[in-house]
């Protein structure tokens, strides 16, 4: 594309919403986005779709050394799309493509529901610590008891682990609590 560029009616739109909403970091897609080059922004999806053949997702890792460039492009747009600053034809493409916006929600609720799972199948949500057949899911059963300690466990959370009867405390601690109202 020459510097001077005809640009189609959606990149002008896109050059609008990003003018309007230029708090963004410093990559390259914020330029692509603050330019109207769209073919820069589609030539870094077509890397991700290239690195979601080779490796099955589309969830390239904070600074990938193999290309730090698509790693910190990924990272940018989860930002545009969290703040709400994405236009709508990207948000879009990358849907379409099975882009994942959030993945540690992802990984959260794929965990709870193992957790919904392991309630059905036991009629509780006690999972051992030292559960061989689950060991991810003791982890994180832990660590869902901990982050509530902690409150850094968001009420939707609590809420959906209280709607299975999640187990808040282990026994260990429920006897203690026993043997101290003595």
């Not at 002008?12 to 230029?22: M, S």
């Not at 282990?170 to 101290?180: C, D, G, I, K, N």
């Amino acid at each position: 594309r020459s510097a001077v560029a005809e640009f189609s009616d959606d990149d002008k739109e896109e050059v609008k919403e990003a003018r309007g909403n230029n708090a963004h970091s410093d990559s390259s897609s914020v330029e692509c986005e603050e330019t109207g080059d769209s073919s820069a922004w589609d030539a870094m999806m077509g890397r991700l779709v290239t690195y979601g053949e080779r490796f099955g997702n589309l969830n390239v890792p904070k600074g990938w050394e193999e290309d730090k460039h698509l790693a910190l492009w990924v990272a940018d747009q989860r930002k545009l799309y969290k703040k709400r600053k994405m236009p709508k034809r990207r948000r879009d493409k990358l849907n379409s493509a099975g882009f994942d916006f959030d993945p540690l929600e992802t990984q959260w609720e794929a965990a709870y529901d193992r957790l919904v799972a392991y309630h059905g199948e036991h009629g509780t949500s006690r999972v051992p610590s030292h559960c061989k057949r689950e060991p991810q899911l003791s982890r994180w059963v832990k660590l869902q008891r901990k982050m509530r300690k902690l409150r850094k466990l968001s009420q939707r959370r609590i809420n959906l682990l209280d709607s299975i009867e999640f187990a808040w405390t282990v026994r260990s601690e429920e006897h203690t609590s026993e043997l101290q109202s003595r």
